[in-house]
Nanobody, 124 residues
Framework: VQLVESGGGLVQAGGSLRLSCAAS??????????MGWFRQAPGKEREFVAQ????????YYTDSVKGRFTVSRDNAKNTVYLQMNSLKPEDTAVYYC????????????????WGQGTQVTVSS
């Protein structure tokens, strides 16, 4: 299974970025997996940001990004997205996508599949 993130970059506070995570694998059925976004800032532990169930019908967010970030998925394209608006300097981190069979196992310690990460830097 390969998860490849893209879309990171440098943006000013108040700006927007859209991250993408493309999934592939011979035996990986994207539509059967819950997908999530996590981030890790320098000197901090990796933390949960957002997640979406297999159908896209349910999404969950950490409190600090509610109302600013939106997670979505396109099962036909095997891709999950994270639209990030009203970015703040504290959103600066490496953003990772992850996949798991269920929302319950989509955590930093139990999710089996991870991407390599994409850097997001928000300047003040």
């Amino acid at each position: 299974v390969q998860l490849v993130e893209s879309g990171g970059g440098l943006v000013q506070a108040g700006g927007s970025l859209r991250l993408s995570c493309a999934a592939s694998g011979r035996t990986f059925t994207f539509s059967s997996y819950a997908m999530g976004w996590f981030r890790q800032a320098p000197g901090k532990e990796r933390e949960f940001v957002a997640q979406i169930n297999w159908s896209g019908g349910n999404a969950y967010y950490t409190d600090s990004v509610k109302g600013r970030f939106t997670v979505s998925r396109d099962n036909a394209k095997n891709t999950v997205y994270l639209q990030m608006n009203s970015l703040k300097p504290e959103d600066t981190a490496v953003y990772y996508c992850a996949a798991a069979r269920s929302i319950a196992t989509l955590t930093t310690t139990s999710a089996p599949y991870w991407g390599q990460g994409t850097q997001v830097t928000v300047s003040s």
